[in-house]
């Protein structure tokens, strides 16, 4: 089992930042590919990045390249979303996922699912 608590969102204005931080528990972290993912009222829950469990792979939704960057700290169980030049289109909220399929998988499924964080941009 992994445990994944999200923390780091808030309510911002078009063009300003948030970094999401996402701390994982349980099974060896360093094996997981880790995803973070959006869902916002009426919309399908979409996934924005993904990163291998190595760090040496990543994946970005089109709408969120050059904006967003994905990263893990596998000494603190960590990965992270830090999210540049948002605009109110990215409203939604945030969640962190786990992976722990052998072969990487960006858009799943996965396995594990934190609990969400919000993120309301402003224009």
């Known amino acids: 089992q992994v445990q994944l608590v999200e923390s780091g969102g808030g309510l911002v204005q078009a063009g300003d930042s948030l970094r999401l931080s996402c701390v994982a528990s349980?099974?060896?972290?360093?094996?997981?590919?880790l995803g973070w993912f959006r869902q916002a009222p009426g919309k399908e829950r979409e996934c924005v990045a993904a990163i291998m469990w190595s760090g040496s792979s990543t994946y970005y939704a089109g709408s969120v390249k050059g904006r967003f960057t994905i990263s893990r700290d596998n000494a603190k169980n960590t990965v992270y979303l830090q999210m540049n030049s948002l605009k109110p289109e990215d409203t939604a909220v945030y969640y962190c996922a786990a992976d722990a399929a052998v072969y990487f998988r960006p858009t799943g499924p996965y396995d594990y699912w934190g609990q969400g964080t919000q993120v309301t941009v402003s224009s």
């Open positions: 349980g099974r060896s972290f360093s094996r997981l590919a």
